[in-house]
Structure formats: structure tokens, C-alpha cells
């Protein structure tokens, strides 16, 4: 909400600031928003040009004698009981529109009386006129939400500057001093834990937040690889002390995992529970992922055994979702043909596998291709372009840019 202040426009906030800063300096205005309780709002509206001494004038001249001499404008002026009279005047195209604002400290019944009188005017000038009141502004509800709004803010300042338990102090002081610990070891400069050149056994984890996180919960022998390619530092230190690879619980971490096998000479492993990262480990479970570490060739044995049951797990699923299109798989090996079919799973039409190209490019409403050949990126492109959903085939060639809404899969002969 704002209030018409002269040719501008303040805030509330802004007026009760003033009106605060005043008292300080004890400067006491009769006149003035600061011994205000009302202020009347009213539009005014004129068939002429008229300007800001036209409309005072006529206020004051067409409610003389109007309310008697207790609610007379000018007397009311002159004691400080009303403020300025404050008017903003816009003329366009011969007319003119404009706001009207006056400060009250006389009670609600008066003001209200006073600002309906507004509404008695008919004339602005030499111009028939018309004046609305538009409402009574009760400026100390302005004051009171100032007041509590003020105060939210110092009490928020004082509770944030509050001096934090002995507890709090006592970890950031420990949380400073092991952050100051970490060092950068070796030529490549790796994030490392103070103890990595002293100690026998050392932990490889991914980076530097990791190492934080080892210091933080008191493992002072960890070393980051930083990213997917070894450092030269790490391969060294592996032929020289006992390695524990620590990595995340996620596909990063076992392509790491991977990486650290094939060039480094790794000790044990053990990762993170699963879609959980080592820097986000609690102290808890920091300890539980190190004591379940494997020897590396039981971690590997693992590795395998997983990869294979994920193979399996993808070729049954495969499987099993080829089989509604089983009358058609059946028919086509060795013969070279291509069955295209709508979203019912019904034939539409059946061709030579040469012929699919052109085919599915004269087509509509493919829903499903399953051929005799090989899946190709020609064959994609095409198939995404007519809105087809699924294509089968013998097998997958080569596909660098797989479409998200289309579903591939292959069959065996």
C-alpha cells in the first residue's frame, strides 16, 4: 500500500522511518504524518484543466460553513488537527483526474464526517467535478506492522549472533583443525590425509571431499585418485604399501574400481552401500565399509558374478518381452522378410527385408517392425521420423544415437 506524498509516491515503511527519525531530533511539525491517526484517500475527477490550487480552493471554499465551526477546514488547519492537503492532478485529452490525501488526528467519527463532506463538491474552478472517497487509512496499523516486523528482524539478528553451545564449539574447532590436516602428496599433487608417507597401509578413495570426510571422522591415511585415469603417484605408492580401494556405491565407483585393477597393485576392496557416496558416510558407516573389505581376488570373483547375473537379468527381460511378437519371430529365420504392425499387434503388411526402407518411409501408423537382419542407425532414423515404437530384429548393429521413444530389441537365429 502506498501514500501520495506531494508528485511522489512513499512507502509506509518509509513514512513511519521519517516520522521515527523526527522524534529523535525532537522537531515537533503540526502538519506532519507524525501526530496522524487517519488519513483520508478520495479520487477527484474534472470535465476541464484544472491544477493543484484550483482543487485545495475548492475544498476549502465548498465545505466553509458546511460542518460548523468544530469541523471547519481552515480552523482545523490552523490548530494542527488536519495536515497539508496533499493533491496529484494527471490532465489529458481537456480532462483531468487526480488523487487527494489528507492526514487526520481528529477521531474516527470526525474524519469520517470530514472526509464524506469531500463527496459534496461538484465543482473545481470553472469545471464540474466529482469527488470519491476512497478510504480512511488507520495510520498506526501501519506503525503497529512496522513495529513487529522490526522487531522479527532484531530478535532474528540477536539469535544469530547467539554464541553457540560448547559442543558446537568444540567440533568446529576439531572440523577446522582436520580440514587444516589435509595435504597434497606426491607429483600429481593429490588430496591426501597427513599420515599417507608414514603409514604401511593407506585407503584410495575418489576425491578430496572423501578424504575430508575420512579426516573429519579421524582416518588421517586416505588419498584421492581425483577422476577416472590413475595418477602415476597411486600406482606408485600400491607397489610400496597396503591398498584398500574405497570408491562410491555407484556406477562411478566401479568404473573406478576397474580402472584401480587393471594398472595398480591393489590389496583390498570395498565400496560404499549402494547409491551412497563415501563423502556423505557417516562416522558408523565409514567404519562398518572398511571392516567389510574383500581381498582383491574375491572382489573380483564378485564383480563377475554380478556382471553375470545382470546379463542373465537383461536377457531374460528381452526375452520375455519378445514373446507376444513369437508367431511372427518364428516365421522369419533365414527367409529375409519384414513384418510391420500396427498398435494392435495386427500385420499390416509383409515385405523383403530390401524393401523396409522404402517401405516404412511410404507408411503410417507402424507401430512395430520386426525383421529378418541386422537393426541399423539408417533404419532408427527412419523409423523415429514415421513414429514407429518398437523394432526387432536378428540383432543390434551399430547405434550411436538411440531415439528415447523408441524400443529396440534382438532375437536370437
Not at 337 to 345: F, H, M, R, S
Request: glycine residues 8%.
Amino acid at each position: 500500500m502506498k501514500i501520495m506524498a506531494g508528485d511522489g509516491m512513499k512507502t509506509k515503511k518509509v513514512l513511519v522511518e521519517e516520522m521515527l527519525a523526527k522524534k529523535k531530533t525532537g522537531i515537533t511539525l503540526k502538519n506532519e504524518i507524525g501526530t496522524t491517526k487517519y488519513i483520508i484517500h478520495a479520487d477527484m475527477s474534472a470535465s476541464g484543466m484544472v491544477e493543484r490550487p484550483d482543487v485545495v480552493g475548492a475544498i476549502f471554499g465548498q465545505t466553509e460553513g458546511l460542518l460548523g465551526e468544530d469541523l471547519d477546514l481552515r480552523e482545523l488547519q490552523k490548530t494542527g488537527r488536519i495536515g497539508r492537503i496533499k493533491v496529484s492532478v494527471n490532465a489529458q485529452r481537456g480532462k483531468t483526474s487526480g488523487t487527494i490525501t489528507i492526514p487526520s488526528s481528529l477521531d474516527m467519527v470526525e474524519t469520517a464526517i470530514l472526509g464524506a463532506s469531500l463527496e459534496t463538491i461538484d465543482r473545481i474552478g470553472p469545471c464540474e467535478a466529482k469527488i470519491d472517497l476512497l478510504k480512511i487509512e488507520d495510520v498506526r496499523t501501519t506503525k503497529r506492522i512496522y513495529v513487529v516486523d522490526r522487531a522479527k528482524e532484531i530478535l532474528q539478528k540477536v539469535m544469530d549472533e547467539q554464541l553457540p553451545e560448547t559442543a558446537e564449539i568444540t567440533e568446529e574447532v576439531k572440523k577446522a583443525v582436520r580440514i587444516q590436516q589435509i595435504t597434497k602428496y606426491g607429483k600429481d599433487n593429490l588430496p591426501a590425509g597427513p599420515n599417507v608417507k608414514d603409514s604401511d597401509a593407506i585407503i584410495v578413495v575418489e576425491g578430496r571431499a572423501d578424504v575430508l570426510n575420512l579426516l573429519r571422522n579421524g582416518i588421517k591415511n586416505a588419498i584421492a585418485v581425483e577422476g577416472t585415469s590413475t595418477p602415476e603417484t597411486i600406482i606408485e605408492l600400491s607397489r610400496q604399501k597396503t591398498v584398500t580401494v574405497c570408491v562410491d556405491g555407484d556406477r562411478g565407483g566401479e568404473l573406478i574400481l576397474r580402472e584401480l585393477i587393471e594398472v595398480a597393485d591393489i590389496d583390498y576392496v570395498t565400496r560404499a552401500p549402494p547409491g551412497k557416496e563415501v563423502e556423505e558416510l557417516s562416522k558408523k558407516e565409514i567404519i562398518t565399509t572398511l571392516r567389510n573389505k574383500a581381498p582383491l581376488e574375491q572382489a573380483i570373483n564378485e564383480m563377475g558374478d554380478a556382471a553375470r547375473r545382470e546379463e542373465k537379468r537383461e536377457t531374460t527381460v528381452k526375452y520375455s518381452e519378445l514373446d507376444e511378437f513369437d508367431n511372427f519371430i518364428k516365421k522369419l529365420p533365414g527367409t529375409l522378410d519384414a513384418y510391420l504392425l500396427d498398435e494392435n499387434k495386427k500385420e499390416i503388411a509383409k515385405i523383403s527385408v530390401r524393401d523396409l526402407i522404402d517401405t516404412v518411409k511410404n507408411s503410417e501408423n507402424v507401430h512395430t517392425i520386426i525383421f529378418d537382419g541386422v537393426i541399423t542407425q539408417r533404419l532408427v532414423n527412419i523409423a523415429c521420423e514415421k513414429n514407429v515404437k518398437k523394432i526387432v530384429g536378428v540383432k543390434v548393429g551399430n547405434i550411436t544415437k538411440k531415439p528415447l521413444n523408441i524400443e529396440i530389441m534382438a532375437f536370437k537365429q
